[in-house]
């Protein structure tokens, strides 16, 4: 498992994604409704293999996407 943070300047609608290479959407850790401030959640990646993963984040006004690499 790894540790995503982020900070969320308003309220909103935040999703964050999680893509291997070939931009196909392995798991979706947060959808949901957040308040503004600081998070950080635990992402468990156990089922999925090594490699460059990339996660995205969505909020109101605010996408951001970085690169992850998972190994075991």
Do not use: C, H
């Not at 540790?3 to 308003?10: D, G, K, M, N, Q």
């Not at 460059?52 to 996407?65: E, H």
Request: glycine share 6%; proline share 4%.
């Amino acid at each position: 498992s790894t540790r995503i943070r982020f900070s969320l300047p308003e309220s909103g609608f935040t999703k964050l994604t999680v893509y291997d290479i070939t931009g196909r959407e392995v798991a979706v850790p947060v959808k949901d409704d957040l308040n503004a401030g600081d998070y950080e959640i635990s992402f468990v990646a156990s089922s999925l293999p090594s490699g460059v993963y990339y996660y995205r984040l969505s909020s109101i006004n605010f996408t951001d996407t970085k690169k992850m690499i998972l190994l075991r």
